[in-house]
């Protein structure tokens, strides 16, 4: 598939200033359990960061974001996201900088995806913990270069244990509790820099402070 084919049924791909390589992500307005955390005051989706900033500023992004959601309906789409990934030469995608997996077949697809292309680590954060559970109660684990990444719903609250999955969280406070992960980008310039804990399953959990 060529990369003009390929844009005009997955869209464009995001590139996110503070980590490696890119992303892909869909309106946090279509989230399916975001939305519903988004009514409470004590959830990140409350205030969401993929409403605001650089994301609501620019309609350019609001309409890249819609025409990925429309995408996701193709049945070319992992050919068409295989082909935009590979294109990147990148060894780190991130899943949905905006959004989440919208379905059960959208999350078999970019499983389709990352075992297409084993050489790329791929994160994906997400609270959609049903989905997460159907898959692996289907199909036992997810590929080795795919890290799963469970995420809170509430700021200072463990996510939910999962099979094995890694988590990550949101603190309020100055410092996560003893023993896990913080993001080390608020010390250093709103970046990732030389950090890959994301995208490592052996890093338990990851707390990222408010923001």
Not at 2 to 7: D, L
Not at 56 to 83: C, D, F, H
Request: net charge positive; hydrophobic share 35%.
């Amino acid at each position: 598939m060529f990369k003009h084919e390929a844009i005009a049924i997955a869209g464009t791909l995001s590139k996110p200033s503070k980590m490696p390589g890119f992303a892909t992500g869909t309106p946090a307005a279509h989230c399916n359990v975001g939305s519903k955390l988004a009514k409470n005051p004590n959830s990140p989706c409350h205030d969401c960061y993929a409403k605001k900033g650089f994301y609501a500023l620019y309609p350019s992004v609001k309409i890249a974001q819609q025409r990925r959601l429309e995408g996701l309906e193709n049945a070319e789409w992992p050919q068409a996201m295989t082909t935009l990934i590979e294109r990147t030469e990148s060894p780190w995608f991130r899943w949905h900088d905006s959004g989440d997996i919208q379905s059960y077949k959208h999350l078999e697809n970019i499983v389709a995806v990352c075992k297409a292309l084993p050489q790329v680590k791929f994160w994906l954060p997400t609270r959609e913990y049903g989905l997460i559970r159907r898959y692996l109660v289907e199909n036992g684990a997810f590929p080795e270069n795919l890290t799963v990444r469970v995420s809170a719903a509430e700021y200072d609250a463990a996510a939910p244990t999962i099979a094995n999955l890694p988590t990550s969280q949101v603190h309020k406070t100055d410092k996560p509790a003893a023993g896990i992960h913080e993001c080390p980008a608020r010390y250093q310039g709103n970046a990732c820099g030389d950090c890959r804990a994301c995208w490592d399953p052996a890093v338990k959990t990851v707390s990222y402070h408010q923001h």
